[in-house]
């Protein structure tokens, strides 16, 4: 099974700076990785696939990069809105399909 | 816009059946694999079970195995979990998701687990 370790844990940013969110896995899944942003009481949304493409609709202040074992999620000037736990998951080798465990994003 | 409607979450005791439903509208179902996640209560994301657009392959999670049984109706549109056995670490949000990345999603669906 392939394991995602998100990092950090929580993240605290004031409004129009940088996140970097990273997601390593204990084994390659190539570039099939994609990350989701889940707000309180509400589903996952699906925000990048193939570990760079961007879902429809996604502003493009998110871009993903990485191949391998190592992915980044880079929110380019964070918004208030933004305030959510994002989760990475991959699906380049499974079953099972696998998430990491988040990364609380806080806008101060 | 595609939509996921889960129905058929409640309160049952340990050991105990439910069958989830997730109805599908606005796509052509068939066509794409469907999924469940489950997510418990403030906390993360767990798979839990696929299958494939035709419907021949089904994959699960090995906290489910042998105990869950995922299926679809494409004359309905609509997606089933069985679940049987139930255990109280089954407790959770049951989501329908579309695709072998999640791209759309349900609601949810809450199962509680308890005597």
């Known amino acids: 099974e392939v394991v995602l370790t998100q990092s950090p844990a929580t993240l605290s940013l004031s409004p129009g700076e940088r996140a970097t969110l990273s997601c390593r896995a204990s084994?390659?899944?190539?570039?099939?990785l994609a990350w989701y942003q889940q707000k309180p009481g509400q589903a996952p949304r699906l925000l990048i696939y193939?570990?760079?493409n961007r879902a429809t609709g996604i502003p493009a202040r998110f871009s993903g990069s990485g191949s391998g074992t190592d992915f980044t999620l880079t929110i380019s000037s964070v918004e208030p809105e933004d305030s959510a736990v994002y989760y990475c998951?991959?699906?380049?080798?499974?079953?099972?399909?696998?998430f990491g465990g988040g990364t609380k994003v806080e806008i101060k | 816009e595609v939509q996921l409607v889960e129905s058929g979450g409640g309160l049952v005791q340990p050991g105990g059946c439910l069958r989830l439903?997730?109805?599908?509208?606005?796509?052509?179902?068939?066509?794409?694999?469907m999924n469940w996640v489950r997510q418990t209560p403030g906390k993360g994301l767990e798979w839990v079970s696929t299958?494939?657009?035709?419907?021949?392959?089904?994959f699960y999670a090995d906290s489910v195995r042998g105990r869950f049984t995922i299926s679809s109706d494409n004359s309905k549109t609509t997606l089933y979990l069985q679940m049987n056995n139930l255990r109280a670490d089954d407790t959770a949000v049951y989501y329908c998701?579309?695709?072998?990345?999640?791209?759309?999603w349900g609601q949810g669906t809450l199962v509680t687990v308890s005597s």
């Open positions: 998951q991959q699906r380049g080798n499974w079953p099972p399909l696998t």
């Open positions: 299958i494939s657009g035709s419907s021949v392959d089904s």
């Open positions: 193939d570990a760079t």
């Open positions: 439903s997730c109805a599908a509208s606005e796509f052509t179902f068939g066509t794409y694999a």
């Open positions: 998701a579309t695709g072998y990345y999640f791209d759309n």
């Open positions: 084994q390659t899944v190539n570039s099939y």
